[in-house]
Nanobody, 110 residues
């Protein structure tokens, strides 16, 4: 059973940074593409970024500000978020295939 546990969310001022982590268990990381979605109240779920063994993808809304990475030896996927904006406020979910984490709240507000 694959389990994904996100952490690293919180409250940050506009322009600030956060690093989200997704701890992976029950899976051989090298076999999976991992990614992050987010969902804000009243808005549709939005794909933010994903990473395979060789490629990365970013939504236009975060390109140049967010960086996704993976450490297969530490069984962790990261999302470094810089220059955060109020519109980045959402619950961020880590996923791999059909598996999802419980989410971590990110709030960008002054």
């Amino acid at each position: 059973q694959v389990q994904l546990v996100e952490s690293g969310g919180g409250l940050v001022q506009p322009g600030g940074s956060l690093r989200l982590s997704c701890d992976v268990s029950g899976a051989t990381m090298a076999y999976y593409t991992f990614g992050w979605f987010r969902q804000a109240p009243g808005k549709e779920r939005e794909g933010v970024s994903c990473i395979s063994t060789s490629d990365t993808y970013y939504a236009d809304s975060v390109k140049g500000r967010f960086t996704i990475s993976r450490d297969n030896t530490e069984n962790t996927v990261y999302l470094q978020m810089n220059s955060l904006e109020p519109d980045d406020t959402a619950v961020y979910y880590c996923f791999a295939g059909d598996y999802w984490g419980q989410g971590t709240q990110v709030t960008v507000s002054s």
